[in-house]
């Protein structure tokens, strides 16, 4: 199967197991409120985190033009048949390339003052390869939410895993699984996941897989500690007297009292995670076509006289909202979902 | 409680055990000893070239057990160097490790401990100061501008900092150092002031919290009846107690400090451990960068023992068994 | 301390606090509510007034409300409450402080919790002492080993030094109380003080308090749900329901006599009071939550008693004697009074 079908696939499989989760979460009258409560905060943040998301959606699914696009000025026919997404394809072909700087706006190049090939269409200016910025600005969403979305994914089931197994069965299970944690828990962060890209290597995925070895200690252990809290429940003691099995306990009193730290872990790690990658970018083993990386190759053009500013203005500022937007929900969240206020409203 | 920290240095023992266990497994199995001799010494260079690279650096060892001699294997000379500090020759320069170990931590330190020292300070008045005024609008502007200055990346405020401050009002040099005591502030202004920066949003959250936190318990408002004023009550009875959370966070800081940080160090030229991580990344020097995650590793278990003992001294109720 | 006094009568006595018409308010889902609606106090020097309620009436905002204690969002809306002629509510903060602590002293509930775990409890007697008086920290030792003695606190001298969570609950509750007395207050709150306690512990320290109230001749603002402290403590007592009072009177009045139904609905229910193998009494009905009280008399639906105005009228004080008031309007039909009242609630 061609590539991009696979991950469309897959984007598609994300969003119908998102869908089917919130469905799910509003048959429960505590988690309708809670969201009604989240809608009622925040809403400007919450609208500018789904601007993002919309971006980043539009950017994931990509399809194939048929021929009958025509040719396009400067075009060349076989990028007509690569996979294209809506982002894509809100710019021509080339997307507005250019042989090198300009600024937003500018019917010139920046250095030379030669005519530029498309002047006057470039909002955010063009980098020192002459891509559009705004261009770049758009797609490094999609970058910034699969670090925060998918390492986040990895993080949680297997956080939840390891610490339920430790928490509730306890003993030997609980001394060797506590002891994986606090052997990864002592390694410092940011050094253990530069140790693992150099060695994975440096893809997007290696880059995800290595935050998500790196970030799940610290859930793990919050896991851990509330599952001994809820095993000692006298409802959990009721049921084990009743003759339930461990395996439905855990699944159905245990793990449904962990979802309330699961979203507000998710909101908040979340935020960590695209930031982590920003350092990554920096330090040379990050992602490509992320806001990060965009920084750290603009960061040498401050330098320049005139000024070139706007590739790094931004993608700074493309980074800042995102990142803002998910910790002012983030805190909302936290809030509403805080045990105490939650068994009052229940 | 010396028994306590007995046992405490023995689990930690084993925990190093763990941590080397996981670093053989990156350095040694994950990654390709033929790789990392041809990145040394040259894409081009002849196979017996690669062969005596190497030897000379150990990867020619069989893994885990060696039949002629059942301690010649990389397995047990891994743990025999860690364990003995030897820690050879790094990948990329062959120079010893050792000798850049030594020569990097005077500026690593010169530059985190200011940071740390200044940056407690200020977090924990910030924090006492946003706690007294809770609830007014200087509580609310104080949370809003935490969370702005959190959302903003560090290396936004690296490239900001230097950008403003270098550049625009030439107060400093842009980077480098010099550690002769009577310029070595110029150098240092600069990322101290940028590293305060990065991390004072979420640190004063975190401590608002924690003062706000301990200011609704009971015995403050024992302290209250009593006649304690709000100043009195924040700086006697809620800052001691809360000695516990502040300490949790001084020893997350501690590997920090000598290893020093990869970001402020590297684009400000000091030369200090930091900058010698960073151009074990640059190099694929995964010999220095093994040590690195090493001593971090061992720096941050001693900082937890360290910080349990103390939690004994600063909170009577904690009794280490 | 050495033999009790004779207990002092309150009739000769001067008022050292009076309460008027205190309001305390919390916000609720669509408005603030007055959880503390409108309550009147006097205490005469060196008398006890218990305060008498169901958990949830109001009696402890409204000692917290009396220090200017309550704790956010809730807040005083109305009422005076003078010390010693001044009004508290009208004091800038600073002097409310010297206030606390030195001319009027609360304890709390819950020993437990209420002293500062990480300082000896000696240093937060002699914080008590030095916040209000100028003393040298050797003389605010001395009188703070004193003061442990006081209050029955065996090896007072090593106990100075030792922190909260290696004393007893007893221990703890005679510390606050030290505390308390440290700065020689006129009036003393002392906000169920046993409640947390072992049974027998309990009755030291209502000995110690009862002490306290002969030798140094403090006012003492007793606030309890128990009706056998009551007994043994209590001069006067002021009974509370929702927010409100509803009987005020000496203590042989409403032990003995009551005339409120709640009140009387309360002596009842009492076990000691029932007989062997009779089903205890109890008033039927619950308590109803802050913010859902009925119009008129907020104790109607649930009072044998009641009939046409009670649903609709607050009902007004009614004055049964020099020292002996009702909210009822049973009452005051028996009393031969129209209905008094405010308008409908």
């Given amino acids: 199967m061609e590539p991009y079908l696979l991950s469309n696939a897959v984007v598609v499989a994300l969003l119908a197991g998102l869908g089917a989760a919130l469905v799910s979460a509003g048959r429960s009258r505590v988690w309708r409120d809670a969201g009604r409560e989240l809608v009622r905060r925040r809403p400007i943040a919450l609208a500018i985190l789904l601007a993002y998301v919309a971006i980043g959606l539009l950017d994931s699914l990509a399809w194939v033009s048929g021929s009958s696009g025509g040719a396009m000025p400067g075009g060349d026919t076989v990028s007509l048949h690569k996979p294209r997404s809506a982002i894509d394809r809100l710019f021509p072909d080339d997307s507005y390339r250019e042989k090198s700087y300009s600024a937003p706006l500018a019917e010139r190049e920046f250095l030379g003052g030669a005519p530029l090939r498309h002047p006057g269409r470039h909002l955010l200016g063009t980098d020192i390869l002459g891509r559009d910025v705004l261009y770049q600005t758009l797609k490094g969403a999609r970058v910034a939410l699969l670090v925060g979305g998918f390492t986040t994914l990895i993080v949680i089931p297997l956080a939840l895993l390891f610490g339920v197994v430790a928490g509730y069965f306890g003993g030997r299970v609980d001394d060797v699984i506590f002891f994986l944690i606090s052997t990864l828990a002592s390694m410092p962060g940011l050094l253990l996941l530069i140790a693992l890209i150099m060695v994975l290597g440096r893809g997007p995925v290696q880059v995800c897989v290595a935050l998500g070895v790196t970030g799940w200690v610290g859930f793990a252990r919050v896991v851990r500690g509330e599952t001994l809290k809820l095993r000692e429940l006298d409802y959990v003691h009721a049921a084990r007297a009743l003759g339930a099995s461990d395996a439905r306990i855990v699944l159905r009193h245990i793990v449904p009292n962990l979802m309330h730290l699961v979203v507000i872990t998710f909101v908040l790690t979340f935020s960590g995670l695209v930031l982590s990658e920003a350092v990554l970018s920096w330090l040379g083993i990050g992602i490509d076509g992320s806001w990060g990386r965009m920084i750290d190759q603009a960061r040498d053009e401050l330098s320049r006289d005139p000024i070139i500013w706007w590739n790094l203005v931004s993608a700074s500022f493309a980074l800042f909202g995102l990142i803002l937007a998910v910790n002012l929900l983030g805190d909302a969240v936290r809030d509403i979902l805080d045990p105490r206020t939650l068994r009052e409203r229940a | 409680m010396w028994a306590y920290v007995v046992r405490r240095l023995a689990y930690s023992l084993v925990t190093v055990l763990g941590v080397l266990f996981l670093l053989f497994v990156l350095f040694f199995l994950v990654t390709n000893p033929d790789d990392i001799a041809r990145k040394a010494v040259g894409e081009k260079a002849p196979p017996q070239a690669l062969e005596q690279w190497k030897k000379n650096h150990g990867y020619d060892k069989p893994r885990f057990w060696n039949r002629e001699q059942p301690t010649d294997s990389m397995l047990v000379d891994h743990f025999r160097r860690m364990l003995t500090f030897e820690f050879g020759n790094s990948d990329a320069d062959d120079t010893p490790i050792w000798r850049r170990l030594r020569s990097g931590a005077g500026p690593s330190l010169s530059l985190s401990l200011p940071l740390f020292t200044l940056g407690l300070l200020l977090t924990i008045s910030l924090g006492l100061l946003v706690a007294f005024f809770r609830e007014t609008y200087i509580d609310r502007m104080g949370v809003i501008l935490c969370v702005l200055a959190m959302s903003v990346s560090t290396v936004l405020y690296i490239i900001g900092g230097q950008y403003l401050i270098a550049r625009v009002l030439r107060w400093f040099p842009i980077s480098g150092f010099d550690p002769s005591p009577a310029v070595i502030g110029r150098f240092l202004a600069v990322p101290v ?69 990869i970001l402020l160090e590297s684009f400000f030229g000091i030369p200090g451990l930091g900058s010698i991580t960073f151009d074990a990344i640059n190099a694929n020097d995964f010999a220095t960068l093994r040590t690195m995650v090493y001593l971090g590793s061992l720096l941050f278990i001693l900082g937890q023992i360290l910080t349990d003992v103390s939690y004994t001294l600063v909170d009577p109720r904690v009794r280490l068994e | 301390m050495s033999t009790p006094a004779a207990p002092s009568t309150c009739e000769s006595a001067e008022t050292v606090l009076d309460v008027r018409d205190l309001v305390t308010s919390f ?309 031969g009074s129209p209905p008094a009242g405010g308008a409908p609630a």
């Avoid at chain 3, 060196?46 to 402890?60: D, F, I, N, Y």
């Avoid at chain 3, 203590?251 to 139904?261: C, E, K, Q, V």
């Fill in chain 2, 193 to 261: 002031l940028v590293g305060l920066l990065s991390n004072v949003g979420d640190s004063v959250r975190f401590y608002r919290a924690v003062f706000v936190e301990e200011s609704s318990r009971d015995y403050v408002r024992t302290a209250r009846a009593k006649g304690c004023g709000e100043a009195r009550i924040l700086s006697h009875h809620v800052l001691r107690s809360s000695l516990v959370p502040i300490l949790t966070q001084v020893v997350v800081a501690i590997p920090q400090l000598v290893m020093g940080s």
């Fill in chain 3, 27 to 335: 916000p609720g889902p669509n408005r603030r509510i007055a959880v503390v609606d409108g309550v009147d106090l006097t205490i005469s020097r060196g008398e006890t007034l218990a305060l008498v309620g169901e958990s949830g009436c109001g009696k402890s905002l409204t000692a917290l409300s009396i220090l200017r204690l309550v704790p956010k969002p809730g807040r005083i809306d109305r009422g005076t409450v003078r010390l010693g002629g001044r009004d508290l509510r009208a004091l800038p903060v600073a002097e409310l402080r010297r206030v606390r602590g030195h001319e009027i002293s609360m304890i709390f509930q819950e020993p437990m919790t209420s002293l500062n775990p990480v300082v000896t409890v000696g240093k937060q007697v002699i914080e008590a002492i030095r916040l209000h008086e100028r003393v040298s920290s050797a003389l605010a030792r001395r009188r703070a080993l004193a003061l442990f003695e006081q209050v029955g606190i065996p090896d007072p001298a090593s106990r100075l030094d030792a922190f909260p969570h290696q004393l007893s609950g007893g221990m703890k509750q005679r510390v606050m109380i030290a505390m308390a007395l440290a700065a020689r207050p006129s009036v003393l709150i002392a906000d169920e003080p046993t409640t947390a306690l072992d049974v027998t512990i309990q009755g030291q320290i209502l000995d110690l308090l009862r002490e306290v109230r002969d030798l140094l001749g403090t006012a003492i603002l007793l606030i309890t749900h128990d009706l056998g402290i009551v007994n043994e403590l209590a001069d006067r007592v002021a009974v509370m329901y929702a927010g409100r009072l509803v009987e005020v009177g000496m203590r042989t009045d409403i032990l003995s006599a009551p005339r409120h139904p709640y009140t009387q609905g309360l002596l009842r229910s009492m076990p000691a009071r029932a007989r062997r193998g009779e089903r205890l009494t109890e008033i039927a009905g619950v308590v109803p939550p802050p913010g859902q009280w009925p119009t008129g008399c907020r104790f109607a639906p649930r009072c044998t008693r009641a009939f046409d105005p009670c649903a609709r009228i607050d009902p007004g004080p009614t004055r049964l004697s020099a020292n002996h008031t009702a909210w009822c309007h049973a009452v005051a039909r028996e009393e």
